[in-house]
């Protein structure tokens, strides 16, 4: 089956005339700006902040463009991940008509956001072995199937999806299919960004969140054809990225050594804290992570997260998620933060 943004997209989005803003219609620079009913005085902080910000963020997208290996305009900032995965619901699903496809035990927010647009939800749960079930997949695609979510390296699970898997999906599916890298540097599996031109129904979702640290601004990313981003331009707020986040994330940009630094640390963290968390007695297995995080099957994840809780120490109890029975989700601390935590846990008593 080919792939036609068109057949897709939906009929209002096709016609919407988005929003044009005061910095929409003028390019460059100038010495006198009377355009956006700004307080001309300035701002009461140090750093003016008075001015809108490019609604566009080209600095940032050009940063990351020498970084990602891909042009600019195939680059969409938005508001936190989350704001891209909406923006998707609501330019191709029609509501109440079109359904989108999961695989739990996935990222929670693709079903808010199918909930909050009205926009059913098909669940093709993973394997055993936390990959996807494509046969399950192709049963439940019909004609009104829009997207199909796919977190690779996965939340909760922590493991990477088969390659070749993805890319059937991707071969044999008329809609879009979206997947959710905001672990991927955390992953011995590549990114799917090189596969931008093979795919033109492929979106990927990353984040400024995880490993570099910056979870407090929001600033979230998507790649996809010149064709999809424009879609996204078009539906999103006019100034959806601050200036603040704006500029700490050219900042933070420019320090990728750091960044790489810390990510080579925690690799090297998690594969201490899963030979910690083997010896004890209660854990009956730790999953294969590619991710800043471990989910760990238990004999008792409730009583050892209260444990952990009284104690001061917060994990997340995944025990009542489909196919994570019994686990805890535990994201690699620092070293004294693991040390700490497997100290503390060589006293639980179940």
Known sequence: MSFDLNNILRENIKNLVPYSSARDEFKGEASVYLDANENSYGSP???QYNRYPDPLQWSVKKRLSEIKGVPPQNIFLGNGSDEAIDILF??????GIDNVITVPPTYGMYEVSANINDVQIKKVPLTPDYQLNLEGIAEAIDENTKLIFICSPNNPTAN?????DIETVLANFPGLVVIDEAYINYSRQKTFIQELTEYSNLVILQTLSKAWGLAALRVGMAFASEEIIEVFNKVKPPYNINEASQQLALQALGNLEKVNEWIKETIVEREKLVTGL???PFVIKVF???ANFILAKTSDAKGIYNFLVERGIIVRDRSKVELCEGSLRITIGTPAENKILIETLTKYQS
């Open 90 to 95: 609501r330019a191709f699903c029609r509501p």
């Open 278 to 280: 083997l010896q004890l």
């Open 45 to 47: 902080l140090e750093r």
């Open 160 to 164: 990477s999806i088969h390659r070749d």
């Open 288 to 290: 294969p992570s590619d």
